[in-house]
């Protein structure tokens, strides 16, 4: 009740006034059954963004720390991710991934639409870092689809740091679903969802036309300012 009055009334046409989202690919979002809907992850604006333009309901498994803040931000923070069922992640360690992927496959066990940022947090720099294998394990567990998606300018609007985004236009773009059937049964197979998740990372970046770093963002995060490792050389797309 309260995600669609927050779509349809409060938020959502707010957002659609103030940002004009772009929205390409569309037609690529299942108009009904289990998917994952895999994007690159910018801003915080990221999370009320896609929403809004995608016809069916979507859940996100969002970091714990969004519904646990403190202060009168974080209450009013914590309050619409729970009102809007987003699925709280513990990302301290190995066995929380697994409670994560627990959660997300609950999701799709009900036939309805996951999000998912696979590099685990958003980007500092505006930079793509390597995805995190827990979407290829639930894409591969639950037989379903994944749609790369891109946002494109929100890191303009709201980088990390900034409270009150920049009033200025994005674009979401949606690629073709990406089919794993070929690897059916090889969600153990460590081999195996790596390279599933760099195909997917692959895709996002082939949408974004970021810059692409061999690393992951939390690792880089926490290094020595300029110390983003090293690359890998995927070709960057022209716009």
Do not use: W
């Not at 994952?36 to 990221?46: M, P, R």
Request: glycine residues 12%.
């Amino acid at each position: 009740m309260f995600y669609h009055l927050m779509k349809y009334v409060l938020l959502g046409p707010l957002l659609r006034l103030l940002f004009r989202p772009r929205i390409e690919g569309l037609e690529h979002i299942p108009e009904e059954g289990a998917a994952i809907v895999a994007g690159n992850h910018l801003s915080f604006s990221d999370h009320f963004l896609m929403p809004v333009v995608l016809e069916r309901r979507i859940t996100f498994l969002a970091k714990q720390e969004y519904f646990t803040g403190s202060g009168l931000k974080g209450r009013l923070t914590a309050a619409f991710f729970r009102a809007a069922g987003q699925i709280p992640v513990d990302r301290s360690g190995k066995e929380a991934g697994k409670a994560a992927i627990r959660e997300g496959l609950g999701v799709l066990d009900k036939g309805e639409l996951l999000g998912i940022y696979p590099e685990g947090t958003r980007s500092h720099d505006g930079r793509l870092y390597k995805g995190k294998v827990g979407v290829a394990v639930m894409a591969l567990t639950a037989g379903v689809p994944v749609v790369p998606c891109a946002m494109v300018g929100t890191f303009e609007i709201q980088p990390p740091g900034k409270v009150v985004p920049r009033i200025r236009r994005v674009t979401i773009r949606f690629g073709p679903p990406l089919d794993f059937s070929r690897f059916t049964g090889s969600a153990g197979e460590r081999a195996v969802v790596r390279a599933v998740t760099d195909e997917i990372m692959y895709e996002i970046l082939r949408l974004s036309g970021q810059e692409y770093v061999d690393e992951y963002a939390a690792v880089v995060k926490a290094a020595e300012p300029g110390n983003a490792g090293p690359e890998r050389k995927f070709p960057r797309r022209k716009r």
